[in-house]
Nanobody, 130 residues
Framework: QVQLVDSGGGLVQAGGSLRLSCAASGRRTFSLYAGGWFRQAPGKEREFVAAITWSGGTTNYADFVKGRFTTSRDNAKNTVYLQMDSLQPEDTAVYSC??????????????????????WGQGTQVTVSS
């Protein structure tokens, strides 16, 4: 089992920045897991935000965050990050990280669908005021 703990959310004004963290425990091989970020706003479905391979060599981003958000990881700390810049009110949502063993991934880079992930964090609230 892998346990994921999201943190770093909060209230920020439009144009501001936040850095989310996803700390993993329970598996020494977490460095071999791909990591993903998803968000869910009230009344909306969960949507893909960003993902990163175990090495950090490949990333995927949703079109609406390209150029504003950056995902990275520090395998020595078993942590995946989401740096969010130029935040807008429409970015308000609960953000959750997810992980899947790399050997259980389909080819084509880190997954963008929630069903592809095996483990989930509890989520952290991000609120952007106008």
């Amino acid at each position: 089992q892998v346990q994921l703990v999201d943190s770093g959310g909060g209230l920020v004004q439009a144009g501001g920045s936040l850095r989310l963290s996803c700390a993993a425990s329970g598996r020494r091989t977490f460095s071999l897991y791909a990591g993903g970020w998803f968000r869910q706003a009230p009344g909306k479905e969960r949507e893909f935000v960003a993902a990163i391979t175990w090495s950090g060599g490949t990333t995927n981003y949703a079109d609406f965050v390209k150029g504003r958000f950056t995902t990275s990881r520090d395998n020595a700390k078993n942590t995946v990050y989401l740096q969010m810049d130029s935040l807008q009110p429409e970015d308000t949502a609960v953000y959750s990280c997810a992980a899947v063993p790399s050997w259980k991934m389909a080819a084509g880079g880190p997954p963008t669908k929630p069903a592809s992930y095996h483990y989930w964090g509890q989520g952290t609230q991000v609120t952007v005021s106008s």
